[in-house]
């Protein structure tokens, strides 16, 4: 029996262009790696909070990867113990020893002193990554005036600060590259999270106009939003929540990402530029593009949501 020629050759090709496209991303892969390892050799790294999960993954990727460390946090203890174990898991002579920085957003009178220490550490500065963040879920009412200031402090006021303080260091350099680790607030406000949502929109807003305001020095300034840092592995079950969407609006803990895979991203973006990374599962990125599309829908279901979860309380 003759076999179909068109048959034949799909037979015959169908393999050879999944061996194809799997072998183009492989290469894709060793590539970025290359990349990343010499992304921050020999840069300034300033990290504001290097002592949260994802600020000491960072910083030891970044620390192995032989960049000039600036650790920055709220506790000296905390940070010298923290150092010294980068330093005895790595080789002296290809390392670094980090420079240390107390840094409290909630404390905006200290940070032109912070400032001017973090420029004397080493004269200049390559990376500034901005991963502070104080978090609050609690309908508007019940928030207080102080409070609405402090989360503005932490995650607008003093983010903003430092970047104006350590530009004119990289505009004359006309080299440098800030990155903001965001949540997915910065472009989805969702019930009970009014002033931190308010918050992370201001601070998204601010890079978002300044990178097109300091492009013409050379300098890059990229955004990754992602739904929350998680302390579980990617492969973790356990800990899974459930897809539906008022699960992801209104649970204590909607999908995350883990430290190790917001490093990755944060590698890769300091690598190719990237201006903008949304680091979320497919419901909360079809939620962000209903908002901007389909807001009528979108405030719907935000109100449907609120009226579900108050229901499921009253059960």
């Given amino acids: 029996m003759d076999m179909d020629p068109v048959w034949t050759t799909t037979v015959v090709l169908v393999p050879f262009v999944v061996v194809l496209t799997a072998g183009v991303f492989y290469l894709y892969g060793v590539v970025i790696g290359l990349l990343s390892k010499t992304s921050v050799r020999n840069k300034v790294v300033v990290i504001t909070d290097s002592l949260s999960g994802l600020g000491k993954e960072c910083a030891g990727v970044f620390h192995r990867g ?42 905006m009178e200290s940070l032109p002193d912070v400032i001017e220490e973090i420029l ?14 104080m978090k609050l ?22 983010p903003a600060t430092l970047v104006k303080g350590v530009l ?18 910065g ?31 050379g300098l890059s300034v990229s955004t990754i939003n992602h739904t929350f840092i998680s302390n579980s592995s990617p492969g973790d079950t356990e800990s899974t929540p459930s897809s539906s969407i008022f699960s992801f609006l209104y649970s204590q803990k909607p999908p995350g990402v883990s430290p190790d895979e917001a490093v990755t991203e944060i590698v890769k973006t300091l690598s190719n530029k990237r201006k903008e990374v949304l680091m979320a599962p497919s419901l909360p990125k079809a939620a962000v593009y209903a908002r901007s599309f389909f807001p009528n829908v979108f405030f719907s279901v935000m109100a449907a949501g609120v009226n579900h979860a108050a229901a499921s309380e009253n059960m």
């Fill in 66 to 107: 032989g960049a000039r460390l600036i650790l920055c946090g709220k506790s000296w203890e905390k940070l010298e113990e923290f150092a010294d174990d980068l330093a005895n898991a790595s080789d002296p002579t290809v390392t670094f020893p980090p420079k240390l920085v107390l840094l409290d957003f909630g404390d």
């Fill in 120 to 133: 004397e550490c080493y004269g200049c500065l390559d990376v500034l990554i901005l991963n502070s963040s």
């Fill in 137 to 158: 879920k609690a309908p508007a009412q019940t928030v207080s005036l102080q409070t609405d200031k402090l989360l503005m402090d932490n995650n607008y006021f003093g």
């Fill in 168 to 185: 004119p260091s990289m505009i004359s350099r006309r080299t440098g590259h800030l990155l903001l680790v965001n949540s997915i607030q």
């Fill in 187 to 217: 472009k989805l406000a969702i019930p009970f999270r009014t002033a931190y949502a308010a918050s992370k929109h201001a601070v998204q807003a601010f890079f978002d106009c300044l990178r097109a305001e300091v492009e013409e020095y």
